[in-house]
């Protein structure tokens, strides 16, 4: 086989991009569940709670386990343990577990 004859696929300027969008919609997934309202959060500290805790969300390694509990765990309303944004979801959570899309 030469090189020529090997399709090229075109490499991506910004590889990271995908995983910060997946994240992004993760947390937002992670808010539904535990039933956490976003404007009422964002208006904690000029919206620096709300900040931060994506900042945790978007360094953390736990990525995979918190897919598989959201996708595990229907009509939980709890965050899980294992995540480092548990105390920010259980003080904004609502009673009422919310549907994932």
């Not at 480092?84 to 899309?101: E, L, T, V, Y």
């Given at each position: 086989m030469t090189r020529e004859s090997i399709v090229q696929v075109p490499e991506r300027p910004w590889p990271q991009t995908d995983k910060v969008w997946q994240q992004f919609v993760q947390f937002d997934r992670m808010m539904e569940r535990t039933g956490v309202n976003p404007v009422t959060a964002?208006?904690?500290?000029?919206?620096?709670?709300?900040?931060?805790?994506?900042?945790?969300?978007?360094?953390?390694?736990?990525?995979?386990?918190?897919?598989?509990?959201?996708?595990?765990?229907e009509g939980m309303r709890q965050p899980p343990e294992f995540c480092?944004?548990?105390?920010?979801?259980?003080?904004?959570?609502?009673?009422?577990?919310?549907?994932?899309?």
């Open positions: 964002v208006r904690e500290n000029q919206g620096e709670s709300m900040a931060r805790a994506r900042d945790i969300c978007l360094q953390c390694l736990a990525h995979r386990e918190c897919r598989n509990w959201l996708l595990g765990t480092p944004n548990a105390d920010f979801f259980r003080r904004w959570g609502q009673k009422a577990p919310q549907p994932i899309r």
